[in-house]
Antibody, heavy 120, light 107 residues
Framework: QIQLVQSGPELKKPGETVKISCKAS????????MNWVKQAPGKGLKWMGW????????TYADDFKGRFAFSLETSASTAYLQINNLKNEDTATYFC?????????????WGQGTSVTVSS | ETTVTQSPASLSVATGEKVTIRCITS??????MNWYQQKPGEPPKLLIS???TLRPGVPSRFSSSGYGTDFVFTIENTLSEDVADYYC?????????FGGGTKLEIK
């Protein structure tokens, strides 16, 4: 069955870096893109962008350009989200979500979410 | 960027009643609207995808309609297990944009 398993919760200080992993199984990793979605505490869902798992090309929503980076380890069917120079407002749960195509569509399967807390 | 306005923000219904949630988009998105359910502490679950297509395994009491800029999500005969947040997502163009969410409670 299709599964996306994310890494565990993180507690970081402002200015630090965090890297979240999302390991996929049950399908051919490079046939479907991977999206990243942010959910701040008590808030709604916000699309951060996605990465073409075939070419490795990332696309970022405007609010997530600069400190955010999507990457892949294709041999391990794993996608990564790295956030640099963490700020308090980065405190949120981050979800990876499989795209329905390799060129960008909507999300069908989701990871369980990774909680990131940024606090001094 | 396509803005998605979702209403209401919350609603409370008795079991067996009908629930209606609306999403209006700022641009014409054809039928590229999707609907998700998120229960507390869980990731979102895709219920209905583009073209008002009910996903496999999703109960038929969930449905949607709409085309262009005006979309409606419906739950017939609401059950207590339907307590959740519901979100619409437009997938016609990037950036993908979600509605603000609707919190469904049972009276």
């Amino acid at each position: 069955q299709i599964q996306l398993v994310q890494s565990g919760p993180e507690l970081k200080k402002p200015g630090e870096t965090v890297k979240i992993s999302c390991k996929a199984s049950g399908y051919t990793f490079t046939n479907y893109g991977m999206n990243w979605v942010k959910q701040a505490p008590g808030k709604g869902l916000k699309w951060m962008g996605w990465i073409n798992t075939y070419t490795g090309e990332p696309t970022y929503a405007d609010d997530f350009k600069g400190r955010f980076a999507f990457s892949l380890e294709t041999s391990a069917s794993t996608a990564y989200l790295q956030i640099n120079n963490l700020k308090n407002e980065d405190t949120a749960t981050y979800f990876c979500a499989r795209d329905t195509t390799v060129v960008g569509g909507y999300m069908d399967y989701w990871g369980q979410g990774t909680s990131v807390t940024v606090s001094s | 960027e396509t803005t998605v306005t979702q209403s209401p923000a919350s609603l409370s219904v008795a079991t067996g009643e009908k629930v209606t949630i609306r999403c209006i988009t700022s641009t014409d998105i054809d039928d590229d609207m999707n609907w998700y359910q998120q229960k507390p502490g869980e990731p979102p679950k895709l219920l209905i995808s583009e073209g008002n297509t009910l996903r496999p395994g999703v109960p038929s009491r969930f449905s949607s309609s709409g085309y262009g800029t005006d979309f409606v999500f419906t739950i017939e005969n609401t059950l207590s297990e339907d307590v959740a947040d519901y979100y619409c997502l437009q997938s016609d163009n990037m950036p993908l944009t979600f509605g603000g969410g609707t919190k469904l409670e049972i009276k």
